[in-house]
């Protein structure tokens, strides 16, 4: 009978101990259910943000390609200021060379005017205009 009542005091603690074992399990499995679940929200926020990321991204791709349009555009109008500039340019060497010319007959003008008002003008000088230089001789002889 011993025999049976330390049998039967086995068994017991054996399946209390089944018990405890199986209780166990079940709570583990309920703290990495638990984990689980926070993590699969943790991950529900990140692609929320990733999501809202992909927006902005999206946001700033337009723009940057505005700049692009912009800076273009700014770039042909560079070209035509250029080519505007270079017609100045080219209009004024044509201006520089009728001052020149202008220049050159204003000094002569003006050493013509001179040798009238010194009095050596003579007609050689002005065989162009010999109308002019007889007058002139006329005056000064």
Known sequence: MKNLLGRAGIENA???LD?????ESRMAISQVWKATRKIDERVAGVDERVAS????VAVVDERV???DEGVTSVGESMVSIDDRVANIDEKLA?????????????????????????????????????YR???LETKQG
């Open 53 to 56: 990321i992909d927006e902005r």
């Open 65 to 67: 390609i505005g700049v």
């Open 14 to 16: 054996l399946r209390r």
């Open 133 to 135: 230089c007889t007058q």
């Open 19 to 23: 018990e405890l074992t199986q209780e």
């Open 94 to 130: 044509g201006i520089d060379e009728r001052l020149a010319v202008v220049d050159e007959t204003v000094r002569a003008t003006d050493n013509r005017a001179a040798e009238i008002i010194d009095g050596t003008y003579t007609s050689i000088s002005c065989r162009k205009y010999s």
